[in-house]
């Protein structure tokens, strides 16, 4: 057995309590860490643990030593008015462990349900509480204006530039000094473009392309961020903090003061700017002869949106362009050419439609469409790539400390999945004969042009490991490339202001830029790439609670759609009309029972054998939208469960089943040989397994469960032992559920009261034997009073009247609309489930 040992790392808090350990060390596999050692600590927390192998497994289990540093410092959330003397924001999401406090006094006299943004002031650590001050009021959490400043809060992006930064940038000229073009090629005689979307306000690259007697000569022109962010300034530690640039719909949270971002390092037409080129020579196959790297002084000669661009490739008339109209031109002859040479190579070719939203002044979308991918998209799109990989190969041909662009091969597991999908579909390619790539866009071209083509394209992208920043260059799967980094876009991307650092450094003889070293690139390219991931994630949030809000007004509407995706726990379908796509559960698929086919990725009907696939096409009702969490639920529209068996509760086709089985041979009924509907028997909602029982808790206190093979269960014995009764109990059950009995051959009492209770619920016992008084409820063993007890207390906003224990809960099968639902539906109600290998009066 091996010794325990301590790691460092970083923690992520399940909502249930426990949490998993991520070690720093990558070479360590992930660590389970139990509830109880979870005590005051949050998601992202870096910790110090001992971790040791679980017995008789490849898993780990740890107990936390110390919190090294906090991972969370300001919390966003509804402040809650609790009494006259504080407040607090609550756990919603469960990522902390415990509600926030907040004093009167330190809530800027925050309303009631109010959104704030507030600082931790003290950790529930060494027996302190968790408590903060709140720092800035946001406003109504429903008030559209307010999401993405909820986003912004809530994913830590810094929003405002620090006062050092603000005083810096106040020094700068709108446009560059005549001093500063010393010692720059001039290029303003050629006629460099901007080729950026209609709603764009910072440009910071240019093209230009010229045909030679060799092949085109290519001039990709890129801001000089570099020349003006200098390293130390308070600029450049903002910028670095920041990472990147973060774009919403009709907002920006820029990485670079807008002096510099709209300003100075914006390629604006008809101004000179300072900027940094790539010079290729490409021949007529696409293939890379010669590059050149230097600083130069430029003028744009037009500022084009890719609409325009788009109707001069398609040969039609654009006035005020006409005097750039045959550059555009020469741009798709050689865009063209690189992309047929790219794609012969191996490179993926996924059409991944982007989201458009369409959002007025206040912050309600008007639409949300896919927005359309042109020819014009392309074509600058590959000038980029041909500039980021001459600079990746420029960079490597040196053999220095560089920051590149990575993307690693998805693993096998990724890849099986994926052709498991592709076969579903109908696919004939493999996966596993040949370069990966080429094998992957062959299997894609199968489909192209068929309603499961965008599906396929999303599943494939699903199955890639995700593109990140590393000075080690292992090559760039999904574009097909050995040497790539990112070059293009220093006004919004870092990583692009430290290649331009490094690249001045080997082309500038007397530079004063510098190399970095192999520890300071490591660590930009992991806090790059986590920058990265944030502001994606911020993104795809903002996108989510719009597509919410938009939705809110369909509820009750019906919408064609196809499956996207299945899980145990529903299907995700996409919407033919929006780019839009939501949950139906499984508890709103049907009338049936549905369980997870594994092999082929599907929900199927275990009595009719309906399924439900990817790319099948369903037509569902909107159920409900939260725009607060960004969820939209949907249910199959016109489902009617009209099947007799249907009528009957889980509990009524239990107690049936028992009953024939109890009087089949006269024998006590074997439990292996029940099948899975007869080993569960509900009270209030919570089913156990008979297994569990029979297995028996493990501990001392319990060791003589079941000793003698004719006692009873000590959880369910009964110590009258009167038949008469028995009997009559019998009889009553008998008339209940229907059942005709065969007349019993031993003598043996039947069974006891408390097992049919639990059998027919309390409810349907009572019915059965008359009873309506209140003094007649029957009485739970301890187990379950301590579940009522707990599901109660946990759902404090609750009456008594919406357990399902307590009251007889018959659903409307036929409503699709209240099939499943309680009068004050949560949804998420949490259960408390028990087990007797846990110990007495303990809940999970």
Same mark, same amino acid.
């Given at each position: 057995?091996? @010794? ?8 992520k808090r ?12 990558i070479?360590?596999?992930?660590v ?10 949050m998601?992202?927390? +870096? ?16 107990? &936390? ?15 809650? +008015? ?15 462990g415990?509600?926030?406090k907040?004093?009167?006094?330190? =809530? ?68 560059? #000094?005549?001093?500063?073009? @010393? ?7 050629? =006629? /460099? ?10 440009? #910071? ?8 007697n ?9 801001a ?26 009709n907002?920006?949270?820029?990485m ?13 037409p ?5 900027? /940094? ?10 293939e ?15 500022? !084009? ?42 490179? /993926?070719? /996924?059409?991944i439609?982007e989201?458009?939203?369409? &959002? ?17 998209? %392309? ?20 053999? &220095? ?33 040949g ?14 042009? %068929?309603?499961?083509?965008?599906i ?5 992208? %699903?199955?890639?490991?995700q ?58 390219g992991?806090?790059l ?9 911020a ?6 609670i ?66 439900? =696939? ?9 159920a ?11 249910? !199959? ?95 009553? &059950? ?10 019993r051959?031993?003598?043996? =009492?039947g ?8 059998i ?44 399902d224990?307590?009251?007889?809960? +018959?659903?409307? %099968? ?22 007797s290998?846990?110990?007495?009066g303990?809940?999970?």
């Amino acid at each position: 057995m091996q @010794k325990k040992k301590v790691l460092n790392g970083t923690i992520k808090r399940h909502p249930d309590g426990f949490g998993f350990f991520i070690p720093d060390d990558i070479d360590h596999a992930d660590v389970y860490i139990p509830r109880h050692s979870m005590e005051g600590i949050m998601t992202n927390d +870096k910790v110090a643990i001992e971790v040791f192998p679980e017995k008789g497994g490849e898993r780990f289990r740890g107990e &936390i030593l110390r919190v090294l540093s906090r991972g969370t410092k300001t919390v966003v959330g509804r402040f809650y +008015k609790m009494n006259e003397r504080t407040g607090a924001i609550r756990d919603e999401g469960k990522g902390w462990g415990q509600d926030l406090k907040i004093k009167m006094e330190d =809530s800027l006299n925050a309303k009631d349900k109010e959104l704030v943004a507030a600082e931790i002031l003290t950790y529930p650590e060494e027996g302190k509480s968790f408590t903060g001050k709140v720092t800035e009021i946001i406003g109504n959490a429903l008030d559209p204006l307010t999401d993405i400043k909820r986003v912004i809060r809530s994913n830590n992006i810094p929003l405002e530039f620090s006062k050092e930064t603000l005083e810096e940038a106040k020094h700068f000229n709108e446009v560059p #000094d005549e001093k500063d073009f @010393k010692g720059r090629r001039d290029l303003r005689d050629k =006629s /460099l473009i901007t080729i950026d979307g209609a709603t764009a306000k910072d440009f #910071d690259d240019a093209v230009y392309v010229e045909t030679t007697n060799e092949g085109f000569l290519l001039y990709v022109a890129i801001a000089d961020v570099s020349h003006y962010v200098r390293i130390g300034s308070a600029i450049n530690k903002d910028a670095y903090e920041r990472g990147t640039s973060v774009y919403f719909p009709n907002y920006v949270v820029p990485m670079l003061p807008e002096v510099l971002s709209n300003g100075l390092c914006s390629l604006n037409p008809h101004v000179p700017r300072l900027c /940094l080129v790539a010079e290729m020579l490409f021949d007529f196959t696409g293939e890379m002869k010669s590059s050149d790297f230097y600083e130069a002084v430029m003028e744009s000669k037009a500022r !084009v949106t890719y609409g325009e661009a788009q109707e001069i490739i398609d040969g039609n008339e654009v006035e005020k362009l006409n005097h750039v109209k045959e550059h555009i031109l020469r741009l798709s002859d050689l865009a063209k050419i690189l992309m047929a040479k790219r794609f012969k190579e191996g490179s /993926l070719d /996924l059409e991944i439609p982007e989201t458009e939203l369409v &959002i007025d002044g206040a912050g309600v979308p008007i639409d949300i469409q896919r927005s359309e991918r042109l020819f014009s998209h %392309r074509l600058i799109e590959e000038m980029m790539l041909a500039a980021n990989v001459g600079v990746a190969k420029f960079l490597s041909s040196r053999n &220095i400390p560089a920051l590149y662009r990575i993307h690693e091969p998805p693993n096998e597991q990724a890849i099986r999945l994926l052709e498991k999908y592709l076969e579903n579909f109908g696919g004939k390619t493999k996966l596993n004969q040949g370069k990966l790539q080429k094998r992957l866009t062959k299997a894609l071209e199968e489909f192209e042009n %068929r309603p499961e083509a965008q599906i396929l394209n999303i599943l494939t992208l %699903r199955s890639m490991s995700q593109a990140k920043y590393s000075m080690n260059n292992v090559g760039h799967f999904g574009l097909g490339f050995e040497f790539y980094t990112h070059f293009t876009s220093p006004i919004r991307r870092y990583p692009d202001l430290i290649v331009h650092r490094l690249l001045k450094n080997q082309v500038m003889p007397n530079s004063q830029y510098r190399l970095m070293s192999e520890d300071d690139l490591a660590s930009a390219g992991t806090i790059l790439s986590a920058a990265e991931q944030r502001s994606v994630k911020a993104e795809r949030q903002v996108q989510s609670i719009k597509k919410a809000r938009f939705m809110e007004k369909f509820v009750g509407q019906e919408f064609d759609g196809m499956i996207s995706s299945v899980a145990k726990f529903g299907v995700f379908v996409l919407l033919r009309e929006y780019d839009i796509d939501g949950l139906v559960r499984l508890d709103d698929l049907g009338g049936d029972r549905f369980e997870f086919d594994e092999e082929h990725l599907r929900l199927v009907a275990k009595r009719s054998g309906f399924a439900y =696939s990817i790319g099948d096409n369903i037509r569902i009702q909107v159920a409900a939208a939260d725009p607060e969490l960004g969820q939209i639920n949907f249910i !199959v529209a016109g489902v009617e469960a009209t099947e007799e068996a249907e009528e009957k509760t889980s509990a009524e086709v239990s107690a049936e089943r028992f009953l024939k089985k109890l009087h089949s041979k006269g024998k006590p009924p074997r439990e292996e040989k029940f099948d899975k509907g007869s080993r569960r028997f509900e009270k209030g909602g919570k089913e156990e397994s008979r297994k569990e029982f029979k297995k028996g808790p493990p501990s001392e206190k319990n060791k003589d469960f079941k000793k003698d093979k004719n006692q009873k269960s000590k959880f369910f014995r009964d110590s009258r032992q009167d038949k008469e009764g028995q009997a009559q109990k019998i009889q009553k &059950i008998e008339k209940q559920a229907n059942l005709r009995p065969q007349p019993r051959d031993d003598e043996r =009492s039947g069974p006891d009261k408390t097992l049919l209770e639990m059998i027919l619920g309390p409810a349907e016992y009572r019915k059965a034997n008359g009873e309506t008084s209140a003094k007649d409820k029957p009485k739970l063993s301890k187990k379950l009073m301590f579940a009522e007890q707990s599901k109660l207390r946990d759902n404090d906003d609750y009456s008594e009247k919406n357990s399902d224990s307590l009251k007889d809960r +018959k659903p409307d %099968r036929k409503d699709s609309k209240k099939r499943g639902k309680t009068e004050n539906d949560r949804r998420g109600l949490r259960k408390a489930r028990l087990s007797s290998g846990r110990g007495k009066g303990k809940a999970r």
